[in-house]
C-alpha cells in the first residue's frame, strides 16, 4: 500500500547492513585498507562519511575538501564541521588553479557569451529547467539565468551547442576532484566511497567519471529522504541534516529541482518508490495531492532520464571478450 511513509525503515540496521557491506568490499574485493570521502558539505557525502567512519574508524578514513571559484563559502565550512565532528584527518585542495589552467572558466564563460553577449567580470550565472513541467508536455529545454554587477537578472533560452558545452565545461570540476580523491586513495592505498543517493543513481545525475566514479557506493539504494534519515540517526550535525540540496557548481545558488528533477527531493523520492513498485498514477495522485496527468508526465520522466542516461553506468566496453579476466 503506498502513502507517504513508505520510505520508513529500521535506521540501525540499515548502518549495520552498509557497514558491513563496506568492511567487505573495501578489503576483500577492492584489497584496501580504508576510505577517502569527498566532502561538499551536503547531505550524502556527509552520511557517507558518517557510515564510513563507523565501519572504519575515524583513523582509516580521510576526508577532502575541493572548492573552486564557483563553490559556496557555506561548502567548505560544512565540510570542516563534519570532519572535526566525526574526528577524521581531512585535506581543504583549492582546485580553482587546475580549472583556470584547464580552460575550465573561459570555455564556461565563452559558452554564456553566446547567448547573452556582454556576459563578463562580476556576472553571475546558473541553468535551469522550466517552472512548468509538471503541467506541460513540452520538451524540456534548458535556459541560462544572468545576474549583472547591479543584482538585475534575466533569463534566455540555451541553443543546444551552447548548452552542451556549459555542460561540458562545468563536467571538469567533477572529474578534477576525482583525481584528487583517486591521487588520495592511491597514496593511502584506500577505496574512493562514491556519494549518489538512489534518486541521483536511477536518474543518472552524476558525471561520468567524475562524481560517477568511484570503488564503492554505500548509499545508492537509498532515497534521498532515507539518507537524511540516516544523517540524523548517525548523529551528523543538525547544520548538515537540515540542509537544502543544492548542486554548488554554478555561481548563482541553484536548487536541484531546478537543474534537473521535476520535483523537489522529497516527492521525487516517493514517486519513484511508487513507479518502482508498481503504484497506478491514480493511486499515486491522491497520495501526492497531485493529478493523474501530473504523476504520468514524472512517471514518464523517469523513464526518459533513465533511458538517456544509461550510458553514463557503463564502464569501458569490450568488443572483444577477454575470458581471462572475471568481473
Same mark, same amino acid.
Given at each position: 500500500?503506498?502513502?507517504?511513509?513508505?520510505?520508513?525503515?529500521?535506521?540501525?540496521?540499515?548502518?549495520?547492513?552498509?557497514?558491513?557491506?563496506?568492511?567487505?568490499?573495501?578489503?576483500?574485493?577492492?584489497?584496501?585498507?580504508?576510505?577517502?570521502?569527498?566532502?561538499?558539505?551536503?547531505?550524502?557525502?556527509?552520511?557517507?562519511?558518517?557510515?564510513?567512519?563507523?565501519?572504519?574508524?575515524?583513523?582509516?578514513?580521510?576526508?577532502?575538501?575541493?572548492?573552486?571559484?564557483?563553490?559556496?563559502?557555506?561548502?567548505?565550512?560544512?565540510?570542516?564541521?563534519? @570532519?572535526? $565532528? /566525526? =574526528?577524521?584527518?581531512? %585535506?581543504?585542495? #583549492?582546485?580553482? *588553479? &587546475?580549472?583556470?589552467?584547464?580552460?575550465?572558466?573561459?570555455?564556461?564563460?565563452?559558452?554564456?557569451?553566446?547567448?547573452?553577449?556582454?556576459?563578463?567580470?562580476?556576472?553571475?550565472?546558473?541553468?535551469?529547467?522550466?517552472?512548468?513541467?509538471?503541467?506541460?508536455?513540452?520538451?524540456?529545454?534548458?535556459?541560462?539565468?544572468?545576474?549583472?554587477?547591479?543584482?538585475?537578472?534575466?533569463?534566455?533560452?540555451?541553443?543546444?551547442?551552447?548548452?552542451?558545452?556549459?555542460?561540458?565545461?562545468?563536467?571538469?570540476?567533477?572529474?578534477?576532484?576525482?583525481?584528487?580523491?583517486?591521487?588520495?586513495?592511491?597514496?593511502?592505498?584506500?577505496?574512493?566511497?562514491?556519494?549518489?543517493?538512489?534518486?541521483?543513481?536511477?536518474?543518472?545525475?552524476?558525471?561520468?567519471?567524475?562524481?560517477?566514479?568511484?570503488?564503492?557506493?554505500?548509499?545508492?539504494?537509498?532515497?534521498?529522504?532515507?539518507?537524511?534519515?540516516? @544523517?540524523? $540517526? /548517525? =548523529?551528523?550535525?543538525? %547544520?548538515?541534516? #537540515?540542509?537544502? *540540496? &543544492?548542486?554548488?557548481?554554478?555561481?548563482?545558488?541553484?536548487?536541484?529541482?531546478?537543474?534537473?528533477?521535476?520535483?523537489?527531493?522529497?516527492?521525487?523520492?516517493?514517486?519513484?518508490?511508487?513507479?518502482?513498485?508498481?503504484?497506478?498514477?491514480?493511486?499515486?495522485?491522491?497520495?501526492?495531492?497531485?493529478?493523474?496527468?501530473?504523476?504520468?508526465?514524472?512517471?514518464?520522466?523517469?523513464?526518459?532520464?533513465?533511458?538517456?542516461?544509461?550510458?553514463?553506468?557503463?564502464?569501458?566496453?569490450?568488443?572483444?571478450?577477454?575470458?581471462?579476466?572475471?568481473?
Amino acid at each position: 500500500m503506498f502513502d507517504r511513509n513508505v520510505l520508513e525503515m529500521d535506521l540501525e540496521q540499515a548502518a549495520d547492513g552498509i557497514c558491513a557491506g563496506l568492511r567487505t568490499t573495501v578489503a576483500k574485493r577492492l584489497m584496501r585498507r580504508g576510505a577517502v570521502v569527498a566532502i561538499s558539505g551536503g547531505i550524502d557525502s556527509s552520511c557517507s562519511a558518517g557510515l564510513a567512519v563507523r565501519a572504519f574508524g575515524p583513523k582509516k578514513v580521510f576526508g577532502l575538501l575541493l572548492p573552486e571559484r564557483d563553490s559556496s563559502g557555506t561548502s567548505v565550512k560544512l565540510g570542516k564541521q563534519l @570532519a572535526e $565532528h /566525526l =574526528g577524521i584527518e581531512y %585535506a581543504v585542495e #583549492d582546485i580553482e *588553479p &587546475t580549472l583556470r589552467a584547464i580552460g575550465c572558466y573561459k570555455r564556461y564563460d565563452d559558452a554564456v557569451r553566446r547567448v547573452v553577449p556582454e556576459f563578463g567580470e562580476g556576472w553571475k550565472s546558473k541553468i535551469v529547467l522550466p517552472g512548468d513541467l509538471m503541467d506541460s508536455d513540452r520538451v524540456n529545454v534548458y535556459r541560462v539565468v544572468v545576474e549583472d554587477p547591479d543584482g538585475e537578472q534575466r533569463s534566455e533560452r540555451l541553443p543546444l551547442q551552447a548548452y552542451l558545452e556549459i555542460v561540458a565545461a562545468t563536467n571538469f570540476k567533477q572529474r578534477i576532484r576525482k583525481t584528487l580523491e583517486y591521487y588520495h586513495a592511491d597514496r593511502l592505498n584506500y577505496a574512493v566511497i562514491g556519494t549518489p543517493n538512489r534518486l541521483e543513481y536511477d536518474q543518472g545525475f552524476f558525471v561520468k567519471n567524475g562524481d560517477g566514479a568511484a570503488d564503492v557506493k554505500p548509499i545508492a539504494h537509498l532515497y534521498k529522504t532515507q539518507v537524511y534519515a540516516m @544523517a540524523r $540517526h /548517525l =548523529g551528523l550535525p543538525d %547544520a548538515i541534516c #537540515d540542509s537544502t *540540496p &543544492t548542486t554548488d557548481t554554478y555561481s548563482l545558488e541553484q536548487g536541484q529541482d531546478e537543474f534537473y528533477f521535476v520535483l523537489p527531493h522529497a516527492e521525487m523520492d516517493l514517486l519513484l518508490w511508487a513507479k518502482n513498485h508498481g503504484v497506478p498514477a491514480t493511486e499515486a495522485a491522491g497520495v501526492m495531492a497531485l493529478t493523474e496527468d501530473q504523476v504520468e508526465r514524472v512517471y514518464h520522466d523517469i523513464d526518459r532520464k533513465r533511458a538517456t542516461t544509461l550510458p553514463l553506468h557503463l564502464t569501458g566496453l569490450l568488443v572483444g571478450e577477454v575470458p581471462e579476466i572475471q568481473k
